[in-house]
């Protein structure tokens, strides 16, 4: 069983591109969450999906980000336009519940 | 009202000592209180969790104390291990406080010098 898988693992984007990353949850878990992590800093809360539907966006920046976990296929976050300020290491999570997540191993974005 | 504060930044053992990595929060409503272990280029690794209803959780050289009238709780390493320098992050989460988001702490990155 393999765990959650993300890719790209490196992505480098120029100013103004969109960014893609997709998530695979592990199999048989039906909850994705997408976190953010700056250099030299915690894990901060994206996105909560189940399949087909977003259950809570509230740590989402509002314009440019996006996110799908359609009913087939992966989870994907799209950053419209990147800037700068984007360039993080993006880790996705899945659960078969409300608790115990797995995390991928994250997508580093680069915004040159 | 959604703050870990998680303290030292970073800390330097030596092997074969003690580490101790401290939490507090703020939302009486978190009810999950799990501890991830990050090696340099990975994701997270959950290493140990506790609820509220017990005061510590031991596995093998981890340990988890909770103080809940205090909202702290803290990672004691045992017998640290050069294999055990890693960042390590606290969170919190609860269904009533928010959903099933893992608020994190700020992280805390150990060294253990052989």
């Known amino acids: 069983n393999a765990g959650v898988m993300q890719n790209p693992r490196h992505l480098v984007r120029r100013r103004g591109q969109e960014a893609r990353l997709r998530c695979s949850p592990m199999?048989?878990?039906?909850?994705v969450y997408w976190y953010r992590q700056l250099p030299e800093e915690g894990l901060k809360f994206m996105v909560y999906?189940?399949?087909?539907?977003?259950?809570?966006e509230s740590g989402m920046p509002k314009e440019r980000f996006s996110a799908e976990f359609p009913k087939e296929g992966p989870s994907i976050l799209r950053i419209q336009q990147v800037v700068r300020g984007d360039s993080a290491a993006y880790f996705c999570?899945?659960?078969?519940?409300?608790?115990?997540?797995?995390f991928g191993s994250g997508t580093r974005l680069t915004v040159v | 009202q959604q703050q870990v504060k998680q303290s030292p930044q970073s800390l330097i053992v030596q092997k074969g000592g003690i580490s101790i990595i401290n939490c507090a929060y703020e939302?009486?409503?978190?009810?999950?209180f799990p501890w991830y272990q990050q090696f340099p280029g990975k994701g997270p690794a959950l290493l140990i969790a506790?609820?509220?209803?017990?005061s510590e959780k031991k596995e093998g050289r981890f340990t988890i104390s909770f103080n809940k009238s205090a909202k702290q709780f803290s990672l004691h390493i045992m017998d640290s291990q050069p294999g055990d320098s890693a960042t390590y992050f606290c969170?919190?989460?609860?269904?009533?406080?928010?959903?099933?988001?893992?608020?994190f702490g700020g992280g805390t990155r150990v060294l253990v010098k052989p």
């Open positions: 199999k048989g878990h039906s909850h």
């Open positions: 506790i609820r509220p209803d017990v």
């Open positions: 999570a899945s659960s078969p519940t409300n608790y115990g997540y797995t």
């Open positions: 939302n009486t409503a978190f009810d999950y």
């Open positions: 999906l189940q399949k087909e539907n977003i259950i809570d």
């Open positions: 969170a919190a989460s609860g269904i009533k406080a928010a959903g099933n988001k893992l608020t």
